[in-house]
């Protein structure tokens, strides 16, 4: 009976110690937010439940704690350096002030936590795409700590323009790059609308050339067609228009009497190879 009454006076002492608890968290828009008290992790829904950002919360019960007030930058510090750096390079915003990054060292990520792979870091308050920053990790999440200061900001410069001149991953090169940046490079044109399609053109035209023994060199975007600069196996260089939709030829570069679209563009080889003349 004695261990039943210790027991429940233990019980009764955790849940008062618990409620008189306030404790510092991160928390993400949605997410729950957990602290350590005698030894055991608990967890809670925080209350607004919308939230986001560092706080300052009270339990209320077992399942919900209340915000009591945004935390302050030296007390969101000192919570950090609890945990280990990892630098990183912000890729593209996930949602709110979540990002995906990627290592700028795939070794030491590798040595150190095991892992080599893109990393979401929760509340990101400041950076841009491809800027490199120092994040916490403890264990389950990465969290923001500053941008790194001593992170040449002209790669992030350059990486940024080359998205926006759409340039291809395996086409990427300046100096000083490394192959974490072209991970990270590819990462970011997953997101970017129409990047993806040039590259599924390219592929397009250039499969179609091949089947008909024909190799592509470049191609230009004219709203209907496209303009086609490619060779013969022979060297012979031609340029085309070929209409998008069924890829057959708009104009071949050469006189065919009017009958381009008889022909489309695997077809076009052979007639330029003189094969079905």
């Known amino acids: 009976m004695t261990d039943i009454h210790k027991l429940l006076n233990q019980i009764t002492g955790a849940e008062a110690q618990l409620?008189?608890?306030?404790?510092?968290?991160?928390?993400v828009k949605g997410g729950r937010v957990r602290t350590r008290v005698a030894g055991m992790v608990h967890t809670f829904t925080p209350k607004p439940r919308q939230f986001e950002g560092w706080g300052i919360f009270q339990p209320v019960d077992e399942q919900g704690a209340t915000l009591l007030e945004a935390a302050d930058l030296p007390q969101i510090l000192a919570y950090l350096q609890q945990f280990p750096t990892i630098r990183l390079r912000l890729a593209h915003r996930l949602q709110n002030q979540s990002w995906l990054a990627y290592p700028i060292n795939e070794a030491d990520m590798r040595q150190r936590f095991k892992m080599v792979k893109p990393v979401p870091v929760h509340l990101v308050t400041e950076g841009i795409a491809f800027e490199q920053i120092l994040a916490r990790w403890n264990g389950n999440s990465c969290w923001f700590g500053e941008v790194d200061r001593r992170a040449d900001p002209a790669i992030?410069?350059?990486?940024?323009s080359n998205l926006e001149q759409l340039t291809r991953v395996e086409e990427l090169q300046f100096k000083g790059m490394t192959p974490e940046m072209r991970s990270l490079y590819e990462l970011a044109t997953q997101q970017?609308?129409?990047?993806a399609q040039p590259q599924r053109d390219e592929k397009q035209l250039r499969q179609a050339l091949k089947l008909g023994g024909g190799e592509l060199h470049q191609f230009q975007d004219r709203g209907d067609y496209w303009t086609v600069d490619w060779?013969?196996?022979?060297?012979?260089?031609h340029t085309s228009a070929?209409?998008?939709d069924d890829l057959t030829v708009v104009s071949s570069g050469i006189c065919l009497s009017g009958r381009d679209r008889d022909f489309d563009l695997q077809s076009l080889?052979?007639?330029?190879?003189h094969r079905e003349w």
């Open 231 to 237: 060779t013969t196996s022979d060297g012979v260089r």
């Open 192 to 195: 970017v609308e129409g990047f």
């Open 19 to 27: 409620r008189s608890h306030q404790f510092l968290a991160p928390c």
């Open 242 to 244: 070929i209409a998008k």
């Open 156 to 160: 992030a410069e350059t990486l940024q």
């Open 269 to 273: 080889v052979g007639v330029m190879e």
